[in-house]
């Protein structure tokens, strides 16, 4: 008998099937992605790295080119070329000098970096977890936390950076990171600002942009090595498409890994991939490697402009059309592919009910602190979504309205739920609402999914 777990594969392919993902770090990979993160790669060891010469040749060069590399292990003909054809299209995409593709998730990118550039009880300036920041920027609970002394900045009440605070914070802590990146931060930054100040200060100037990557490599976001950052860190499953891990994108000057280079900005690259393997991790995982490459390949080409500047068109329509329906939006709208709705200020009841009851629907979106939020992690005031999965999927204007109209419905439906347990007696209410949303779905196909 087949194992139970391909049982469960089919049950989580309908869920996605006949659902509407709106988490907005969530996406649906192509085929080929997805063909080559579960290919044979698996089977193989290949701790160390690839040759980084000449890659800025065509991909057909680089693939058909064997050179010396830095691995500790025989039978690396073919990863090695996988490995530099990731490395390269990485490059290309975001007019990096090295890229770092073993990373496997966001955290480990984000730890790998502060590893490279930090001793331990340096100072790290990042934004306030509770002001859109993420866990891997110095939340007390994580290991990094414990290593490093992060120094938080906020937000504006209008949503934007607090940048004043950040230039003061900047000037008197002294910081060896400055770091900007968020998961629940719906304007665009100013890289320039922030990278002048950095100067000033000697800083190491850090970006993650794990849930934005998509959009700066379809050029409707601006590149923050663009503007004077040393670093930028990415997942690259997010708006990027591609299969789950991280990304480390540097300037500098690139040497040989085997040996310690002196701790300059210059060397940050070489530096990186010392904190990466051995530093920080083992053996990369290759056949996610060969995903990445299979996904760089795919946002280098014109349609994936199309779809970054269709994310974030179809952002704005639908943070219009919630505004319409009475939502009080975070930062009044976006100006990416993420909306924070307050949800509590918009119809006096928990994100979290919200979230719990959109999800008996098939709408899948996720409770979300507001900055400045009273509430419990867990009942935070608001909901986050967003639009990279459903655009994916071909969904345009209407279906943003008509997904709105179902929040609204919902909205009030819910208002005079005392508590998640007691959704269940909504159930009647809801079903009317599933069917419409299960309809709309299956006339947009995830790709890969039958
Ligand atoms: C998602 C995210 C990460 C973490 O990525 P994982 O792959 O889940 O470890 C790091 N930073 C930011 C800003 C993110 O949004």
Redesign the pocket.
């Known amino acids: 008998m087949k194992d139970f777990v391909f049982d469960l594969i089919e049950q989580e392919k309908v869920r996605q099937k006949e659902g509407l993902e709106l988490i907005p ?1 969530e996406n649906y990979v192509s085929p080929e992605v997805l063909e080559a993160m579960g290919s044979i790669l698996t089977n193989k060891y290949s701790e160390g790295y690839p040759s980084f010469a000449d890659l800025d040749k065509s991909d057909k060069e680089i693939a058909e080119e064997i050179l010396p590399n830095s691995r500790y292990y025989g039978g690396q003909v073919n990863v090695d070329r996988i490995e530099r054809l990731a490395i390269s299209r990485a490059m290309k995409l975001f007019h990096a000098d090295h890229a770092n593709v073993q990373p496997h ?6 730890e790998a970096v502060y590893y490279a550039w930090c001793e331990p009880g340096d100072k790290i300036l990042a934004m306030n977890l509770a002001h859109g ?5 110095g939340a007390p609970v994580t290991r990094s936390a414990h290593i490093w002394n992060f120094i938080p900045y906020g937000v504006t009440e209008d949503g934007d950076i607090d940048y004043d605070e950040l230039e003061r914070l900047a000037l008197s802590e002294k910081p060896k990171i400055i770091l900007v ?3 629940a931060f719906m304007k665009i930054p100013d890289f320039e600002r922030v990278a002048k100040v950095g100067k000033e200060v000697g800083a190491l100037l850090m970006a ?4 934005v990557a998509g959009l700066i490599a379809g050029g409707v976001h601006p590149n923050p090595l663009d503007f004077g950052f040393n670093v930028m ?1 990415t ?1 690259t ?2 708006t990027l498409r591609g299969p ?3 990304l480390i994108l540097s300037k500098g000057k690139v040497s040989s890994p085997l040996r310690k280079p002196e701790k300059t900005l210059e060397n940050i690259p070489t530096l990186i991939d010392r904190s990466v393997f051995p530093g920080t991790q083992g053996g990369p995982l290759e056949h996610v490697i060969a995903a990445k490459a299979v996904a760089f390949g795919e946002a280098l080409k014109p349609e994936f402009k199309d779809y970054a500047a269709k994310i974030v068109e179809n952002a704005k329509t639908l943070a219009d059309e919630l505004k319409t329906r009475g939502f009080v939006l975070q930062g009044g709208g976006t100006e990416n592919h993420l909306i924070l709705v307050n949800v509590e200020k918009s119809y006096g009841f928990n994100g979290k009910i919200f979230e719990k009851a959109l999800d008996m629907v098939g709408l899948t979106l996720n409770a979300n602190a507001l900055p400045g939020d009273k509430a419990a992690a867990f009942r935070p005031s608001g909901v986050r979504l967003g639009t990279p999965a459903i655009t994916t999927r071909g969904m345009g204007k209407a279906e943003m309205k008509k997904i709105a109209g179902w929040m609204e419905e919902m909205a009030k439906i819910c208002k005079d739920v005392p508590s998640e347990d007691a959704l269940s007696e909504k159930a009647d209410e809801f079903e009317k609402i599933h069917a419409e949303v299960k309809k709309m779905a299956l006339d947009f196909p995830v790709p890969s999914i039958k």
């Open positions: 770090s998730s966001g955290a480990n990118a984000n920041g993420h866990l891997t920027h990146g968020y998961s993650d942009m794990a849930h860190t997942t499953h997010k789950r891990g991280g």
